[in-house]
Structures are given as C-alpha cells and as structure tokens.
C-alpha cells in the first residue's frame, strides 16, 4: 500500500490509464506533476472532513485569546490549531447542535465564563500518508482519480466509473472504521428529544445508544 504522497497519486493515474509515474508533487516540473499537485491537498482535506476517521481524531487544549474578545454574542474566542479540519467535541460534549458556539475567524467563540482554556476533540489535517487508514488511501486514491479523470481523459464514462466505484466502496470502508468506536451514551429526557425532535451525534457512522428516559422531567 502506498506511503508517501507521490504513490497516491501515482495509484489514481493508473485509475487514468498514465503510463507516466510523476516524482515530486511539492515542485511539480511535468504536466502529470502540476494536475496531482493542483488537486491532492484540497482532495485530501475534503475526505477528511467528510467522515470522522478514527486515525484523524485529535484532542487538544487550546488556550483563550484575550485580546480577541468577540464584540457582541460571544465573551470569549479561543484560537483553533492549525490542524484544524472539522470539530467533534468541545469540553466532552460531542452534542454540539446543544450548545452555544460559533467558528468564526480562525476561532471557536462561545460564552465560556473566561475560561483559561478549552478541550476541543477533532479531526486533524493528517498529511502523512503513513498515518492514513488503509480504506482511507483506497478512497483517496479513487477521489483523486475522478476529480482529475476529465483532465487527463475527456471522458464522461471514466468519471462514471470511478464514481460508482466510490459508491459502492465508501459505505463499506466507513462502516469497517465506525465499527471500532464504542457507542456513546447519551443521557437526555423524552420530553426534551421532543422538543428537539431527534437526537443527535457529531459521528456519522458511530452508533448512540439512548440511556433509559427519565420518568418525569425537573423531578
């Protein structure tokens, strides 16, 4: 399986029929080169931001700014990491369409009582291939292929391929990495689901398991 940046992309050109390997994507000099570098980093960060991946999931305590307090709505922002690609958590809770919050900036903006600091869980810009989950490369390897495929073929049949062979390999891919994540344990009220009308989790594919409701609400 591929280790290096180069090998993925050298992987989607065989998807294309290129006979011509390329070697550097960082100073592309070749015509191959340029089109994988043009679409590599921004083919990377969509996948990763599409699914939570468990190789990806990063915990971090992020510091607050104090002289980027938000004029109005929000008291406090806290600088998100570099890494940053998708939020999961905040302080443990991963219910986040409950809570108060705002990204915005660069930063992650919320009413925190002036809290020195912030347990943000996410998912991180993880650029070493080696890092990457196996069914994670196979699906880089065929998006990559299939945002590139007109370029290099003029093809409607080939994009339809690839994309039908991303169709019918994602779900099983997303599965197998949802199936080693515990459940989560989501304590709340009937009455409360009501008013929200569904619950929710920030995993797509992790499965929540309700705890029992309560008998009566506020007793």
């Known amino acids: 399986m591929a280790q290096t940046e180069v090998e993925i992309c050298n992987l989607a050109l065989d998807k294309l029929g290129q006979c011509a390997d390329i070697g550097n994507i960082n100073n592309p000099t070749t015509e191959n080169e340029k089109v994988c570098a043009r679409w590599y980093t921004d083919t990377l960060e969509y996948l990763l931001r599409r699914y939570v991946w468990n190789f990806a999931i990063t915990r971090k305590s992020i510091p607050r700014d104090k002289l980027a307090t938000p004029e109005f709505d929000f008291t406090d922002a806290y600088k998100l990491p570099s890494d940053f690609v998708r939020l999961l958590a ?41 890092k990457f989950d196996s069914g994670f490369k196979h ?4 998006y990559l292929a299939a945002n590139m495929a007109y370029r290099f073929t003029q093809k409607q049949t080939v994009m339809e391929r690839l994309y039908k062979e991303i169709e019918l390999e994602e779900a099983k891919i997303v599965s197998i990495d949802g199936q080693e994540k515990p459940p989560i344990r989501i304590q709340r009220s009937k009455y409360g689901r009501a008013r929200r009308r569904t619950g929710y989790s920030q995993s797509e594919f992790r499965p929540v398991v309700w705890a029992k409701d309560e008998e009566k609400e506020g007793e």
């Open 90 to 130: 905040i302080n443990g809770r991963e219910d986040l369409n409950a809570l108060q919050y705002d990204l915005a900036g660069g930063y992650i903006l919320l009413n925190s009582n002036g809290a020195d600091s912030l347990k943000l869980k996410y998912i991180s810009r993880v650029t070493d291939v080696k």
């Open 139 to 142: 699906l880089l390897v065929c």
